[in-house]
């Protein structure tokens, strides 16, 4: 039997994730390239996911702590899909892809890694990023490292937009 290893994740499916601090209350004190965050909105922030599953897999969450959608405050939940469409675009130019999948994972036995904030995936795809090695294999290979994709997307984030109306941020 042949074995793939990939131990960069041991950490992450060995750690009491209910021991820490929640991630996406602790991201936005950090800087952006340390948090790999790529924008700062005024309720929202985007930021790179740390354990992609595709390159430039990226998340969209509120700085509030919010679990659930019918919670989320409306100038919140509009700003976040504001940030979610600038969020496609930046992705179509920097990396083209053949599709994107966009949505929120509520509650853990939906698929929500972290259950208690939401947040919501924008995820380049491309034909056959679904293959025997991650599918069955479990196994992801990323062509890029995160910081050259923080590097790539954060300068695309940069760059004007005439139809967004988000503002950034003020925060650090």
Not at 30 to 35: A, C, L, M, Q
Not at 97 to 120: K, S
Not at 142 to 156: C, F, G, I, Q, V
């Amino acid at each position: 039997m042949d074995r793939l290893w990939s131990p960069w994740r041991y950490r992450y499916v060995s750690s009491d994730l209910k021991a820490e601090e929640c991630v996406f209350c602790a991201k936005p004190r950090e800087s952006d390239s340390d948090g790999l965050i790529l924008f700062r909105g005024r309720h929202n922030f985007i930021l790179l996911n740390l354990y992609p599953y595709t390159t430039g897999h990226l998340m969209v969450a509120p700085y509030a702590h919010v679990a659930n959608l019918e919670d989320l405050p409306e100038e919140t939940a509009v700003e976040m899909m504001a940030l979610a469409r600038r969020a496609v675009r930046s992705l179509k130019r920097v990396y083209r892809p053949e599709g994107l999948n966009v949505g929120l994972n509520l509650g853990q036995c939906a698929g929500a890694g972290i259950a208690d904030h939401l947040h919501l995936h924008v995820l380049p795809r491309w034909t056959g990023d679904a293959n025997f090695l991650s599918t069955i294999g479990e196994t992801r290979v990323l062509p890029e490292d995160l910081s050259e994709t923080w590097r790539k997307l954060s300068a695309a984030f940069r760059e004007p937009v005439a139809e967004d109306n988000s503002a950034p941020h003020s925060g650090a």
